[in-house]
């Protein structure tokens, strides 16, 4: 009696959002990361169906989603939204890889390499693609040309001692035209940078059905001098203040937001200041990276064509899409 021949692979879908069936992703991330969440005291609305709703559908696009499916759901997923990323005056599509998941029972199958292949292999050429992958599966990335460009690094600030707020710094609900225009007066200064549009800001921090975010902004003389978005976390019976963007038109501006979001912290009973971005949050010390459990490593596949490399990347916590 010959061998029977070996059950091929399930088939891999790359869907848009009308075709994705939201509930389902919903009910693979849940049950993959519910652990980690219940860990840290969150709850699994974190990552219920309306989070995703909104997480696919940013200003710059609908996401798309790699899924193998088995009979009772999705047994593994990769999900791409995309952007505007800037590099001083120039604007560049580029998509965030994130939400890579399998199922228990389908681990060890090679289907999380086969979701990230078809999934990149649906970008056009000419688009940017970046990611921030944990150890197990950079290699899969770097297999699929994508180039460790650089270390995130995490700063850290105790909220104790003697500060105040500015009283430049205000709340803002809403971004408009002066958030625009600052936010291409940040770019043209800056190395390649999701840019921090008024449509990106309103979707990123101002539509999230899960997080309450903190928004600031500084103005000197009636000008936009400066944006600063806060969330307040508590996990592990700790409670800590992490800076998801700040903003400044100058060190001067950087160095007033900081200030504000450490006496804020203290106000809100916080034990310190985190932030996990390229540039150094003021008066903040780097936690040394033999402390952390995950080194925040930022991966980019480059478009295709003559162009510079992407250099430095301008990186703030708000890039990092779990808070």
Excluded at 47 to 53: E, S, T
Excluded at 111 to 117: A, D, I, K, T
Excluded at 129 to 149: D, H, I, K, W, Y
Excluded at 222 to 247: I, Q
Aim: glycine share 10%.
């Amino acid at each position: 009696m010959s061998a029977s021949a070996p059950l091929a692979a399930p088939e891999v879908r790359v869907l848009s959002v009308p075709d994705l069936d939201v509930e389902a992703h919903a009910a693979l991330q849940q049950e993959v990361f519910g652990a980690v969440l219940e860990e840290n005291g969150i709850p699994l609305e974190r990552l219920g169906p309306a989070v995703f709703a909104w997480k696919l559908a940013p200003p710059a696009g609908q996401a798309r989603v790699a899924v193998v499916e088995g009979r009772a759901g999705y047994l593994a997923s990769c999900t791409a939204y995309p952007l505007i990323l800037a590099r001083g005056a120039e604007r560049i599509r580029g998509w965030h890889l994130c939400d890579a998941a399998t199922a228990a029972e389908a681990r060890g199958q090679g289907h999380f390499g086969r979701v990230l292949g078809a999934l990149t292999a649906s970008v056009p050429g000419d688009e940017w693609v970046f990611a921030f992958p944990n150890g197990q599966s950079r290699p899969a990335f770097e297999s699929r040309a994508f180039t460790n460009l650089q270390k995130v690094p995490l700063w850290f600030r105790p909220v104790g001692g003697s500060t105040r707020r500015s009283e430049r710094v205000v709340p803002t609900d809403r971004f408009g035209a002066d958030h625009e225009a600052f936010a291409d007066q940040v770019a043209d200064a800056s190395g390649m940078m999701a840019l921090r549009s008024a449509g990106y800001l309103g979707w990123r921090y101002g539509a999230h059905p899960y997080f309450d975010y903190q928004r600031l902004e500084l103005r000197r003389d009636g000008r936009l001098a400066g944006l600063m978005v806060l969330n307040r976390m508590v996990a592990r019976g700790r409670t800590s203040l992490w800076v998801m963007e700040l903003l400044g038109a100058d060190p001067e501006a950087r160095r007033e937001l900081a200030l504000t979001a450490r006496a804020l912290g203290q106000e809100q009973g916080c034990d310190a200041l985190l932030a996990a971005s390229s540039a150094k949050l003021p008066g903040a010390l780097r936690i040394p990276p033999c402390f952390l459990p995950k080194q925040h490593v930022l991966m980019v596949r480059a478009a295709a064509g003559p162009g510079p490399d992407p250099g430095a990347w301008e990186v703030q916590t708000g890039d990092w899409d779990t808070f």
